[in-house]
């Protein structure tokens, strides 16, 4: 079992940046996918970014590439979306997912957080 726990989300300009955080409890994070997934009020759960157990390969949406980042430390359980130029389209609660197959899609994860909300005003 693996428990998702998201903050650093807020309210902030156009333009401005905000690093969410997700920290991990169980024993086999560091075997597991990370990625992160948003969900704008009334628009279905879209892929962010996914990052795979060892770093090795991230997969990230064309709508924010070269604007977020996601990482990740498995000595801290712990994974980062660092984003930045944020734009109001980018207001939605983020949620972080994990899981050993994970990719774009959010059947490939088992668990996740109760997410965090991300405002960005004009």
């Known amino acids: 079992q693996v428990q998702l726990e998201e903050s650093g989300g807020g309210l902030v300009q156009a333009g401005g940046s905000l690093r969410l955080s997700c920290a991990a409890s169980?024993?086999?994070?560091?075997?597991?996918?990370m990625g992160w997934f948003r969900q704008a009020p009334g628009k279905e759960r879209e892929f962010v970014e996914a990052?795979?157990?060892?770093?090795?390969?991230?997969f990230a949406a064309d709508s924010v590439k070269g604007r977020f980042t996601i990482s990740r430390d498995n000595a801290k359980n712990t994974v980062y979306l660092q984003m930045n130029n944020l734009k109001p389209e980018d207001t939605a609660v983020y949620y972080c997912a994990t899981g050993i197959g994970g990719g774009y899609y959010s059947r490939e994860y088992t668990y996740w957080g109760q997410g965090t909300q991300v405002t960005v005003s004009s």
């Open positions: 990052i795979t157990w060892n770093g090795g390969r991230i």
């Open positions: 169980g024993r086999t994070f560091s075997r597991y996918t």
